[in-house]
């Protein structure tokens, strides 16, 4: 990935419906050997998808919480449950295996809470859940949503 490649992951991020000609423009370049480039790009996983960032109040969500779970069983047939559970909640936006006093940091978003107990109760639901932390969300800081493109030849 040369400099041309990390300018066009930069420009992506910040304008996702620029044109291929407008993207060309911004990296120096034709469109068609632009196209080639982003082409290769979604090919080789640099870029995942495509997609509108929502304002959250504007669709509903009032709430956001960071939930800490600790599972009382690691066998992996439990592990794979519970994945799969949290993963069909549509309220569960983020979730995170981490290391340390909780198995997992889950980000949560509902309208309110109501909506928020109710998630709780079909989490407490599933058999490996042990004991989950919940913490609100006061107030938003960081809304980055742009990621800094490193030195890197990892190709996958």
Not at 19 to 39: F, G, M
Not at 48 to 54: I, K, V
Not at 99 to 119: M, Q
Not at 137 to 149: E, F, W
């Amino acid at each position: 990935m040369d400099k041309i490649d990390k300018d066009i992951l930069s420009i992506l991020q910040k304008e996702g419906r620029i044109s291929i000609a407008e993207l060309a423009d911004k990296v120096n370049l034709s469109p068609s050997p632009c196209a080639r480039r982003l082409k290769r790009l979604e090919e080789e996983d640099y870029i995942e998808d495509y997609q509108a960032n929502l304002n959250k109040k504007r669709v509903g969500i009032n709430m956001t919480f960071f939930v800490e779970v600790s599972l009382n069983r690691h066998q992996e047939k439990a592990l794979e449950e519970f994945e799969t559970a949290l993963l069909a909640m549509k309220e569960v936006v983020n979730a995170h295996i981490v290391s340390g006093a909780f198995d997992y940091l889950i980000e949560v978003v509902t309208h309110d809470l109501p909506g928020y107990e109710a998630f709780t109760t079909k989490l407490h639901k599933i058999p490996s859940v042990k004991d989950i932390h919940t913490h609100l969300s006061v107030r938003q800081l960081n809304t980055q949503r742009i990621l800094p493109i490193y030195n890197t030849n990892h190709t996958n």
